[in-house]
């Protein structure tokens, strides 16, 4: 039986980043490359193609850092808003 593969919808992703990342906040995958037992993304940039660069696979599921698809700087905002709601208060 083969192995299952991690991220298998790694390709063709869309992504966007919390803070600007080389200038710019949304990505999409282009590349997947396994290295043993790692798994690392190319992006690059939606806005600037120029901008590229490699990250481990896993880092994307830090939702401190990444959020999956496309989003609007409201958007961040009311996740961010709804996340300071739902966490307890001291």
Do not use: Y
Not at 20 to 31: E, S
Not at 63 to 81: H, Y
């Amino acid at each position: 039986m083969p192995k299952k593969q991690k991220f298998p919808h790694l390709l063709n992703s869309k992504w966007t980043a919390r803070e600007a990342t080389f200038g710019w906040r949304h990505f999409q995958v282009v590349n997947r490359k396994n290295e043993d037992k790692w798994v690392f993304a190319e992006l690059v940039s939606s806005c600037d193609p120029t901008v590229r660069f490699w990250i481990n696979a896993k880092v994307l599921q830090d939702r401190r850092r990444w959020l999956a698809g496309w989003k609007t700087l409201e958007e961040i905002q009311a996740i961010d808003d709804r996340a300071k709601a739902a966490s307890p208060r001291p």
